[in-house]
């Protein structure tokens, strides 16, 4: 039962433009959400997190949006950069012990 | 804040042997929890502890798994009698409990059964 999905595997875009990606969920009960970066043969690092009393949270070149009747959230990265490229893991706490449930993943290109 | 440590880095064993796996927390937090990450997949819940008590093991968790804090600080992760199945990244993460704080991962234990 995959709570939370990442529908897209990867994502290729040019430096400099912006990227956006994309995460379901079907559990209402949550109401907080995670971006985690992970660069390869390192650990997943936090990104930026939304609450769902809020729509948008934004820290710098990052912006998470929140669509709670479309069960939707969008990370969008802007401008691009090389460094930028890396699997974004979309992720939700369960039960409120801070157990995350995690989509799949996608792995994000910049192209220079 | 030295980050989450976990040793060793990678793991290689033939089926059938045991393996222990060791993590390190940032030294102020008191949640730990261990995750398997198999490929093209995101991080699978296995385990967590509060300080030195293991609170909740996921059914992922077979009987040859088992998972220690002693005395609240850093954390071992033993698999008996390994399977190819079981190859995987294992990752630790801790936090300091407080609501909707965010994990903080180590860098992971890749094990590898032949």
């Known amino acids: 039962d995959q709570q939370v999905k990442q529908n897209s595997p990867s994502l290729s875009v040019q430096e400099g433009r912006i990227s956006i990606l994309n995460c379901d969920y079907t559990n209402s009960m949550f109401d907080y959400f995670l971006w985690y970066k992970k660069y390869p043969a390192e650990g997943p690092t936090f990104l930026i997190s939304i609450s769902s009393i809020k729509d948008k949270n934004e820290d710098g070149r990052f912006t998470v949006f929140l669509n709670k009747s479309a069960k939707h959230l969008s990370l969008h990265i802007v401008p691009s950069q090389p460094g930028d490229s890396a699997v974004y893991f979309c992720a939700a706490p369960w039960r409120g012990a801070q157990k995350l449930v995690f989509g799949q993943g996608t792995r994000l290109t910049i192209n220079p | 804040d030295t980050g989450v440590s976990q040793d060793p880095r990678h793991k290689i064993t033939k089926r059938g042997q045991n393996v222990t796996f060791r993590c390190d927390p940032i030294?102020?937090?008191?949640?730990l929890y261990w995750y398997r990450q198999t490929l093209g997949q995101g991080p699978e819940f296995l385990t967590y502890f509060q300080n030195e008590a293991q609170l909740e093991k996921s059914r992922l968790l077979s009987d040859r798994f088992s998972a220690e804090r002693p005395k609240g600080s850093f954390s071992t992760l033993e698999i008996q009698r390994t399977e190819q199945g079981d190859s995987a990244m294992y990752l630790c993460a801790s936090s300091p409990g407080l609501n909707n704080s965010p994990l903080h991962f180590g860098n992971g234990t890749r094990l590898t059964v032949t």
């Open positions: 030294s102020e937090h008191n949640r």
